[in-house]
């Protein structure tokens, strides 16, 4: 078994996974178990890392040569709150043949089902049991910065400037950059390693917020309820079914935004609704948001006093009106892949990362793949040979 492998396999099995109804950073204090590992192994290494109160992990790696660009990687800790973190059972499918895998007795990966899995046929997959996800997201890009981190470590003959590195809590739950320390952070750019396929180099991104919808019902007895009682679980509903039909995640794609319901909570007399907004497009993602305001405002007309409140708070932004002024970053990406005998492949991310909050803050930083596939649930897995690659890109990336 590589080094790279075991690596990945102790940290999966580590519980990270974060907390979005916490108040605290990190959201659970667990995250910090792997942080601890982490910092301890890169002193073991040698070098000075740091581990703030946040749960943030930082290291210098110096250079040891002039006329190299200053460059960081990152990769998050957590693991997502949509399905169960805990007790992960890693299963490795060596030289996958391209059949059925059975995760359990209930559970099985398929090729029909998942078509991705025909492009890791004769790769050894990593998956799960069926009953946590496996935490390829992002456990994969940490295994493979910390790859890199040993090699240098090891080969002082690899020549490169200064180095950063962060592994951040709280990605998940869009809090990953919150107490981000951009002082100690000393970069032209950097690259998220929170991507799936290797070759993937990821630079546009959704616009994203959140929506919080209130509810106030008029609660009586059903029985003398006529022309009198306005049920908020009805409203819930009836707001719910004024937004447009078709803008839903599981009838959009590629640059299609949407809307999406991710929590109701209801009774007569109040009702919650929480949903994530999301477009590429600036000027759809703002009428997106204006549309939530105006079902509310229509509501509250309609029954004469005020029976909804919308609460919208934007989460983060497309990293690429920022990156369009400087696609040589993407273009050494993609050339330090071409340099691995990979295709390079840039596609809109369904999704942000850490980067897009931190591009807009004035640190320039797309995303790559790490070789980690069907994140955040039981048919999560990950291909061994494409993080031994995704470690080869990084080796090419600090050469400019």
Do not use: W
Request: proline letters at 4%; glycine letters at 6%.
């Amino acid at each position: 078994m590589n080094r790279l492998l075991k690596r990945f396999l102790n940290y999966v099995r580590i519980d990270t996974q974060s907390n979005p109804n916490s108040k605290t950073q990190p959201s659970t204090m667990k995250q910090k178990n792997l942080s601890k590992l982490l910092f301890n192994e890169l002193s073991d290494m040698g070098y000075s890392p740091i581990l703030d109160e946040y749960g943030y992990t930082y290291c210098h790696i110096k250079k040891n040569a002039e006329g190299f660009t200053s460059v960081g990687f990152i990769s998050h800790v957590d693991t997502s709150p949509d399905f169960n973190g805990s007790n992960v059972n890693p299963k490795i499918i060596k030289s996958y043949d391209g059949k059925k895998i059975e995760l359990n007795s209930n559970l099985f990966l398929d090729t029909n089902s998942y078509p991705i899995l025909n492009s890791v046929i004769g790769d050894d997959l990593v998956v799960t049991d069926g009953l946590s996800l496996l935490g390829a997201d992002d456990k994969c890009g940490v295994a493979e910065i910390m790859e890199l981190a040993q090699i240098l470590s090891e080969d002082t003959s690899i020549k490169h400037g200064d180095i950063y590195i962060c592994f951040t809590p709280d990605e998940e739950i869009g809090k990953g950059t919150i107490n981000f320390n951009y002082d100690f952070f000393k970069v032209n750019y950097a690259f998220t390693l929170d991507g799936s396929t290797v070759g993937e180099i990821e630079y546009e991104n959704f616009n994203a917020a959140s929506a919080i919808v209130k509810f106030t019902g008029k609660a009586i007895h059903p029985g003398s309820a006529k022309n009198k009682m306005v049920n908020a679980s009805r409203l819930a509903m009836e707001f719910h079914s004024l937004l447009p039909k078709k803008m839903i995640p599981s009838l959009t794609s590629s640059y299609e935004g949407f809307n999406h319901l991710t929590e109701l909570k209801a009774q007569v007399d109040s009702a919650l609704s929480k949903y994530i907004i999301r477009n590429h497009d600036l000027s759809k993602f703002k009428k997106q948001k204006e549309k939530f305001e105006e079902i509310s405002k229509y509501l509250n007309n309609k029954y004469s006093y005020e029976c909804s409140s919308v609460v919208i708070t934007d989460t983060y932004f497309n990293m690429y009106e920022k990156i369009k002024p400087r696609m040589d970053i993407i273009e050494i990406a993609r050339k330090s892949i071409e340099k691995c005998g990979i295709k390079a492949i840039s596609n809109p991310i369904r999704g942000g990362t850490d980067g897009a909050v931190l591009t807009y803050n004035g640190l320039l930083c797309p995303n790559l793949g790490t070789g980690g596939f069907n994140f955040h649930g039981p048919y999560e897995f990950a291909s061994v040979q494409q993080m031994n690659k995704a470690v080869k890109i990084l080796l090419e990336i600090i050469k400019y």
